[in-house]
């Protein structure tokens, strides 16, 4: 898998009332190396990324690089 197509373990995206939610993801791989990812969304409603970031930085040790924005 490139590193184009790495599965990065932070989600940030914006709920359907207009909050900013984090997901925590896990990826294992099965013996075929197809990527298996389970999400977890935490219960913090953010008002900006900014703040979602900095949450995953203090309570999940997060670096720069391994955020992915979901915007739809």
């Known amino acids: 898998m490139s590193?184009?197509?790495m599965?990065?373990?932070f989600l940030i995206?914006?709920?359907a009332e207009g909050h900013v939610r984090l997901s925590v993801r896990d990826v294992r791989y099965n013996s075929q190396g197809y990527p298996l990812v389970t999400a977890v969304m935490q219960?913090?409603?953010f008002e900006t990324v900014a703040a979602a970031r900095s949450y995953a930085r203090t309570h999940f040790q997060a670096i720069a690089g391994q955020y992915e924005l979901k915007t739809s």
Do not use: A
């Open 3 to 5: 590193r184009d197509q």
């Open 7 to 9: 599965i990065r373990p």
């Open 13 to 15: 995206n914006r709920d």
């Open 43 to 45: 219960d913090n409603l």
